[in-house]
């Protein structure tokens, strides 16, 4: 497993622009997909984007499609997520996840990740 630290959460207007990072420890970050999920309020943990190893896959869920873009750079062991036209509906608990050593390229699934940040929050006002 590695560590890892969320930043650039925070508060917007609808329409606005923000973008995560995640930075992860250790010397295995280019070995792991990433991800990113999110927890509204009161409703399950959702997958929101994903990134394989080398960066050369992407892939997003539907209502985020055109809007958010996952990036990373291996070295500096961090992964991003700029997400742009911000809806009220995007407010949640943003978590970043690592997928394990080599492990599967299944990216929607949270059963694919063994590391997961604490989280950092967004809310878009109307």
């Known amino acids: 497993q590695v560590q890892l630290v969320e930043s650039g959460g925070g508060l917007v207007q609808a329409g606005g622009s923000l973008r995560l990072s995640c930075a992860a420890s250790g010397r295995t970050f280019s070995t792991r997909n990433m991800g990113w999920f999110r927890q509204a309020l009161g409703q399950e943990r959702e997958f929101v984007a994903a990134i394989s190893r080398s960066g050369g896959i992407t892939y997003y869920t539907d209502s985020v499609k055109g809007r958010f873009t996952i990036s990373r750079d291996n070295a500096k062991n961090t992964v991003y997520l700029q997400m742009n036209s911000l809806k009220p509906e995007d407010t949640a608990v943003y978590y970043c996840?690592?997928?394990?050593?080599?492990?599967?390229?299944?990216?929607?699934?949270?059963?694919?990740?063994?590391?997961w940040g604490q989280g950092t929050q967004v809310t878009v006002s109307s």
């Open positions: 996840a690592a997928g394990r050593v080599f492990g599967s390229a299944v990216l929607d699934s949270d059963s694919t990740y063994d590391s």
